[in-house]
Antibody, heavy 126, light 108 residues
């Protein structure tokens, strides 16, 4: 059974740091791109970052570029999100998600998140 | 970067058919995927690709696409389908990810 379990959320002061972890099981972790998605309670889903299979490439939303760092340890089957310089607007539930894809008849890739963790709440407040 | 636009709220009578739409330039190169989210729960994939349902998703859920618009159709909506629905795709550049703002579905 595929499982993604986030941890590391909590209350932090503005300007502080936090490291989230996402423990993966039930699949070959190193075979998948992984993402972080966040959601302010009562609001919509917002993509944060993704990392490729061997951690040689990562991309970030403009709102977190330069402050957040995504990483992964394929030996430990764990995804991380290091969050520095936290702001009140970073308050949200953070989900990790596994990305799968397939190629259509035109060899065009199409992507989807087939598994999500349960989320971990990060609250940035003084 | 690009955006995906969804109607904020839609309602449907129990047992009737409802279509939830998602519009954006990135839906020309990419199919949308659709997620159902109930209060306090993580999103769940309901449709991906041209019109594919993950295991366990009822066949009353279907997807379609035309031009820059993707649609999620629920044929014979049930009370348990009341939830928020989000569309998603890569952006037009292919390296970022975009979500629609979500549609709150009410089953009357």
């Amino acid at each position: 059974e595929v499982q993604l379990v986030e941890s590391g959320g909590g209350l932090v002061q503005p300007g502080g740091s936090l490291r989230l972890a996402c423990a993966a099981s039930g699949f070959t972790f190193s075979g998948y791109w992984m993402h972080w998605v966040r959601q302010v309670p009562g609001k919509g889903l917002v993509w944060v970052s993704h990392i490729n299979r061997d951690a040689t490439s990562a991309t970030y939303a403009d709102s977190v570029e330069g402050r957040f760092t995504i990483s992964r340890d394929n030996a430990m089957n764990t995804l991380y999100l290091q969050m520095n310089g936290l702001r009140a607007e970073d308050t949200a539930v953070y989900y990790c998600a596994r990305e799968s894809f397939y190629y259509d008849s035109s060899d065009s890739p199409h992507y989807y998140f087939d598994y999500w963790g349960q989320g971990t709440l990060v609250t940035v407040s003084s | 970067s690009s955006e995906l636009t969804q109607d904020p709220a839609v309602s449907v009578a129990l047992g009737q058919t409802v279509r939830i739409t998602c519009q954006g330039d990135s839906l020309r190169p990419y199919y949308a995927s659709w997620y159902q989210q109930k209060p306090g729960q993580a999103p769940v994939l309901v449709i991906y690709g041209k019109n594919n349902r993950p295991s366990g998703i009822p066949d009353r859920f279907s997807g379609s696409s035309s031009g820059n618009t993707a649609s999620l159709t629920i044929t014979g909506a049930q009370a348990e389908d009341e939830a928020d629905y989000y569309c998603h795709s890569r952006d037009t550049g292919g390296n970022h990810v975009v979500f629609g703002g979500g549609t709150k579905l009410t089953v009357l």
